[in-house]
Structure formats: structure tokens, C-alpha cells
């Protein structure tokens, strides 16, 4: 290999870098495997070990490629290098790199224009159904969708999906069963056929497939990348490593890096395992931790270790303990609220508070578990005028409002004389591209047009500011730029996201709220496998704060009703920080009782609302017919032990019985009889005539609670 002359700033790359990051980007080639903690600065690590290896002469830029997961962070990854001087890297997630390759030879494999790839899977997912005669929904739809992808990362086909799913008791969504999810999966793939489309899953299977059986392919494409980096290795699934392995060939100089504590992907087919066993796969790998936390004050680091490692103290496999850099901070709390609109109203005032203290509304975040969780924080910050956006829709710069609006600014940019300021340009513009210059008092869809546009007109006020003289071409370049990078402008107000959304991201106070069992871990996390993504995923949570860091629960759902809910048992342990509030207390379960063992006694007060209950179907369910039909969190889990129970006797996994879906319906509407047991979702003919019985057994049994 010829080498390159070194460059005289490469020294300086490394001159910034702690000891561990100075670690990773000194040793530019073979194989590496960094264990980069939360905020330890990780992409600073290996945009200096890229930039290190390029001025130095050891790589070319041209044969470098840097795989990420979003184009957020590529964006993010290629700007970085660009300021420490190393253009012509390429940074792109695993989608783009594969699509490129996949455009540029699908003449030369197959023959032709390549197929078109759809955005969405949706309505081709719905037609898949339709075909079968299957009913779904909206949101059935949404989950049929992600088990398509999870299928077809793990790299499983029509026939090979049901025992795979069998074997890791995979609950299919929907109420269907294995075999009628590969039934459905069939027909996806005759869908699309019909419409002459692939998926986004399809651009690496066929990349996979074309590098298989082209040798000659494959050897042009190891000719033009011969260093890798992949960041956040902890999500790669089989799909992923697998064209992984085919771009590298027998090459050695491999870079990856991640946090197995971050993990919270598995339901998509992510697997730390790929992370953890690189020194089985490279028994040379050079390993690092970064353990230096620069994001979060120590009391923010210290609740961080302590959720991760539990009351046992012990550290999980492969994570790092993180040791914060910043200077103290406020102690992190823990607010018990009475119910659910108490515990939204609660956060609703603090952040009000905040704001009136000066603190960026921007740079306040409140994260939960569930999308479900926000409809009562959004009502309490509109309450209060508070502006707030719900993050994890579409990408900024693909929402309608922001593109129908840089078609009308590059428009402005022929005709701009220079005689209005830019930034009252730009808002001249805007106007007509439906903003206006006060913000709605209405929230959902509206809202958040204005403030996508708003965004834009604030964006103006910052290249203004650094360049007075930039005119609205530079303007429309920038957006243009930025586009491209996915570096999507701060939109202002606080933000709502789920934890999984807020992953990557950081504010500088965070609410977690909802954080009780049921919620944390989730209902459905029945595996201990589960459990701990789960905590892994509160670990998430906490670390998305850099100065101010607020956990809350409800003890009970609605107004008046009786505090049954208990902290997440995430948080034991925690107690020398948040207060004995933290420690969790065991429920005490109801015994569930063989069927038939006679009559048990009715409830007289709504378990929702405490109120009289005035008739006898009332005081049978437990629920007075003016309450919603919620279901009852102690009933959920009792359904459950007693489904345990029963898949232990019949030897099945225990989705055979009834899965959660279903056991939540079932503790919704609590049924009395088995006509009404039969017209739950998930209640055939077979499973009615073998548990029908046992299970309305089971909720009179309850009833006396």
C-alpha cells in the first residue's frame, strides 16, 4: 500500500482527545471495538480516529466509509469531519450506502432500471391482508408492518417464519398465529411483485444477494472501501452484519462502536450479541471503554449507574460505569402524583416554572414509555400555553408544510434585490406559505405546521446574525445543505417523545414520567430477557439529561380512585437518591383459584372512581357504566399468572393460552359469560371451548377485590 505524506495538523487531531478517546483515534488501523458509554463522546472518538488515519496518510478518504443508523448522525459525522479538514469520507446509514451500490450495479447484475423503492409498507401491508380476507386497522396494520421487517432482517422467509417464530415465542401482532403470519407474508411479497416495488429490507437483501453471486461485484466494491466504521453496533441485526461481512471480504480494519446498556432495539431485530462477541470474531481487536461522562452532572451519572446495575450493585455484561465530568448539579427527584392528569398537571407546572425562570422551552423534554402517554401532558402544557412538539413523526425536512415552503423561498431567492433584511424576507415568505407571525392557540397538526415553518424563520435569524451580508440564495443553500445532512433546525417548545424516540438526544432537563411497573417494565415484558431491555431503557431515559432530571408516577389512574400502582422496580436501589418514595413494595396478588368453586362476593364501589355501584352487572364487573373501560392493572397481571399457570400444565408458550392483547381486552371489558368472553378479539371457537370456563372463573374470582 503506498503511503500518503502526513499531514502537519494530524497531531493536533488528537491533541483535544481524552486518554481513552486519544486511545481509539492513535490506533487508526485493524480491527477495534469501543464500549462507549452515554455522553462519553463517542463520535467525537471516531470522527478524530477517521480524520487521524486520513491526515496521517494511512487512509485514503475515498476508500473510507462511516455506517450510521440515521441520516441525522451521518449528517452530524460528515459535518465533523469536515471541520477537522477530511472531506471526501463517506458517512451514510446502512439504507443509503446499500442503495447506492444497489442503483449503480443492478444493470450489470440483473439488467435494467432498478425497481422503486416504496416509503411505506402500510397499504401494501393492508392490501396483504385484504387478500386473506383478514380485518385489520389502522394501528394493526402499523404492527403487522414492523413484524414484516423484523422477518425480514432476521433474514427469515415465508416458510422459515413460523418455526423461527415458535422457537423465540414470538408473539404475532394482531391475534395472528405463526402460521398465519407467514400466510400474510406470502402475500406481502405478491403484493409488491404486482406493484413492480421492493422494500427498504429489500435494498439489503438484494445488495446481500448481488454481492452472493457476483464475485466480480464484490470485489469492485472491497476495491473502493477498504476501512469501516459502524456506529452504534449495538442495534446491527443479522441483515446488517450479514452485508457487513460481504463489504469487508478478509479485511481486517474494522471500527466498531457501542453501548450493549443501550440496547433497546431487540424487538426489531437488534442484537447486542453482534457487539459483544467482536473479540471472539477478531481475537486481535484492539478494545477501549469510554467511561468519561461529559453530558450529565455526577447526581445525574450516579442515578444512571445505579438504575443499570440494580439493587445488587453488579455490573451487566460488556457496559462501562460511566464517571461524570461536569461539575454538581441539582439531585435528581422522584414525584408521586395521585393520579394520571395530577401527574401530567404536575409536569405541566414545573415546566412552566422553568420557562418563567428563563430556562429554553427547546431544551425541555418530557419522556415516556408509551405514545399513549401523551395526550394528558400535551392537554396540560396547552393549558398553560406552554408550546411543546411530539417527536418521532417524519423527518423535518419531508413534512409537506416545510417543502411546499423552500419551493417558495428558492422562488424569493431570483427576485431577492437586497433591499428587505433576510430575515424579514423570509418571514414575507413564510406567510404565504401558511405561518403566521403568532402562534396558534390550538395544538395537534396546526401547531406543529407553524412551528415547522417558525423554525425556518428562526433559522434566518441565526445566518443573519453570522453573516449580515448573506442574501437568500445562501439562505436556500443552507436549507439545502442541511437537508441533505438531515440536520433538521431547532424547532422551539418543549419536547414530547417516547423513550425509544429520545434515544441519541439530550436536553438540558428531562421529565420521565410514568415511571411505575406496568409501565417500567412494560405489561408485556414477560421474559427475563424483556425485563432487562426494559431497564436498559430507563437507563436511556436518564441519561437524556444534562443538568435537571425529574421522574414521576401515578398511584392511580383517575381522580379518587385508589393508589394500586408501585415505583418501577428499576428504582430500588435508588432510594439514597430519590428518597424512600423509590423503593418498591411488592403487591399482593390474589391467589387465582381452580374454576368452579363456588360463589365469591361482589364489589359495591367502582375500582375506577370509588363510587356506588348500582346495579348487579356493575358490581360483577367491578366498574360503574359512566367510568371507561380501563383495564385494571391488578386484574392484567393476575390474567396473567393464571395464563402462566395453565401454559406450564399444557406445556405451550404462554401466547398459546391468550396473548397480552387479549388478556387486555379481557380485563377491559371484563366479560360475564362466554357469549361475551367469545366476542373479544382472540377468543376463537378452540380456545373458548378449553379456557372459556377457567377464565371467567378467574374475574369472578376477582370481582371480590
Not at 419551493?407 to 401558511?434: E, F, I, K, N, T
Amino acid at each position: 500500500m503506498t503511503t500518503l505524506p502526513v499531514h502537519p495538523g494530524a497531531d493536533a487531531v488528537l491533541d483535544a482527545l481524552d486518554p481513552e478517546q486519544r486511545e481509539v483515534a492513535a490506533n487508526p488501523s485493524g480491527p477495534m471495538c469501543v464500549l462507549a458509554g452515554a455522553g462519553t463522546g463517542k463520535t467525537r472518538a471516531i470522527t478524530h480516529r477517521i480524520a487521524y488515519g486520513v491526515l496521517s496518510g494511512v487512509h485514503q478518504p475515498q476508500r473510507v466509509l462511516a455506517v450510521t443508523f440515521t441520516a441525522r448522525a451521518a449528517g452530524e459525522m460528515r459535518t465533523r469531519l469536515r471541520d477537522l479538514g477530511v472531506g471526501g469520507v463517506q458517512a451514510r446509514t446502512f439504507h443509503a450506502a446499500a442503495l447506492r451500490q444497489l442503483h449503480y450495479f443492478w444493470p450489470q447484475a440483473i439488467g435494467g432500471a432498478s425497481p422503486e423503492v416504496m416509503p411505506h409498507k402500510a397499504s401494501a401491508v393492508a392490501e396483504a391482508a385484504s387478500r386473506l380476507r383478514i380485518r385489520v386497522d389502522g394501528p394493526a396494520v402499523r404492527d403487522l408492518a414492523s413484524e414484516v421487517e423484523w422477518a425480514k432482517v432476521s433474514m427469515l422467509t415465508p416458510e422459515s417464519y413460523a418455526p423461527a417464530a415458535t422457537a423465540q415465542r414470538r408473539e404475532p401482532p394482531a391475534g395472528l398465529d405463526p402460521t398465519a403470519m407467514s400466510r400474510l407474508l406470502t402475500s406481502y411479497e405478491d403484493v409488491k411483485a404486482d406493484r413492480g416495488v421492493i422494500d427498504f429490507e429489500d435494498v439489503l437483501l438484494l445488495t446481500v444477494g448481488i454481492l452472493r453471486e457476483h464475485e466480480e461485484i464484490a470485489r469492485a466494491v472491497r476495491g473502493q472501501y477498504r476501512h469501516f466504521v459502524v456506529d452504534e453496533y449495538q442495534d446491527v441485526n443479522r441483515l446488517q452484519q450479514t452485508l457487513l461481512d460481504l463489504w469487508l471480504g478478509e479485511r481486517r480494519d474494522l471500527c466498531v462502536v457501542g453501548d450493549p446498556a443501550q440496547t433497546i432495539y431487540s424487538f426489531t431485530g437488534a442484537s447486542p450479541e453482534h457487539l459483544l462477541g467482536f473479540r471472539t470474531r477478531h481475537p486481535d481487536a484492539h478494545v477501549v471503554e469510554l467511561v468519561r461522562n461529559y453530558r450529565s452532572t455526577p447526581q445525574v451519572v450516579r442515578l444512571a449507574n445505579l438504575v443499570l446495575s440494580g439493587p445488587g450493585g453488579s455490573r451487566r455484561s460488556g457496559s462501562v460505569e460511566l464517571r461524570a465530568q461536569r461539575p454538581d448539579g441539582p439531585v435528581p427527584e422522584l414525584v408521586v402524583a395521585d393520579s394520571d392528569p395530577d401527574e401530567a398537571a404536575r409536569a405541566a407546572t414545573r415546566i412552566a416554572t422553568l420557562i418563567a425562570e428563563g430556562h429554553p422551552a427547546s431544551e425541555i423534554a418530557v419522556l415516556f414509555r408509551t405514545n399513549g402517554q401523551s395526550e394528558g401532558i400535551e392537554s396540560a402544557l396547552a393549558e398553560r400555553g406552554i408550546p411543546y412538539l411530539v417527536r418521532g413523526g417524519e423527518r423535518f425536512f419531508s413534512r409537506k408544510e416545510v417543502r411546499d415552503a423552500v419551493v417558495l423561498l428558492r422562488g424569493a431567492a431570483r427576485s431577492d434585490d437586497g433591499s428587505v433584511p433576510l430575515p424579514d424576507l423570509v418571514r414575507d415568505v413564510l406567510l404565504g406559505a401558511g405561518w403566521s407571525r403568532v402562534a396558534p392557540t390550538s395544538g395537534g397538526a396546526s401547531r406543529d405546521r407553524w412551528q415547522s415553518l417558525d423554525a425556518l424563520a428562526e433559522l434566518s435569524d441565526q445566518l443573519h446574525a453570522l453573516e449580515p451580508e448573506a442574501r437568500m440564495p445562501a439562505f436556500v443553500a443552507e436549507l439545502e445543505q442541511r437537508s441533505a445532512e438531515q440536520n433538521a433546525p431547532t424547532v422551539q417548545g418543549v419536547t414530547l417523545a417516547s423513550f425509544h424516540a429520545a434515544k441519541g438526544l439530550e436536553w438540558d432537563t428531562v421529565l420521565l414520567v410514568g415511571c411505575s411497573d406496568g409501565l417500567l417494565p412494560i405489561s408485556m415484558a414477560d421474559t427475563p430477557e424483556a425485563v432487562e431491555e426494559e431497564r436498559r431503557l430507563l437507563y436511556v431515559g436518564v441519561t437524556r439529561a444534562r443538568e435537571r432530571l425529574v421522574l414521576s408516577y401515578a398511584g392511580a389512574r383517575t381522580p379518587g380512585a385508589k393508589a394500586t400502582r408501585r415505583p418501577s422496580r428499576f428504582l430500588d436501589g435508588t432510594a439514597d437518591v430519590l428518597g424512600e418514595a423509590a423503593r418498591s413494595q411488592p403487591r399482593s396478588r390474589k391467589r387465582v383459584k381452580a374454576a368452579g368453586k363456588g360463589p365469591v362476593p361482589l364489589r359495591s364501589t367502582c375500582r375506577v372512581c370509588d363510587g356506588d355501584l348500582a346495579t348487579a352487572r356493575e358490581r360483577t364487573i367491578g366498574r360503574c357504566s359512566s367510568c371507561p373501560p380501563t383495564a385494571d392493572e391488578a386484574l392484567f397481571e393476575t390474567l396473567r399468572a393464571w395464563r402462566l399457570e395453565q401454559a406450564k400444565e399444557a406445556d405451550v408458550p404462554a401466547y398459546v393460552v391468550f396473548t397480552d392483547a387479549t388478556l387486555t381486552a379481557i380485563a377491559e371489558r371484563v366479560p360475564l359469560d362466554t357469549r361475551e368472553l367469545s366476542q373479544i378479539s382472540g377468543v376463537g371457537p378452540a380456545k373458548l371451548e378449553r379456557w372459556g370456563e377457567a377464565v371467567l372463573a378467574v374475574l369472578r374470582e376477582f370481582s371480590d377485590d
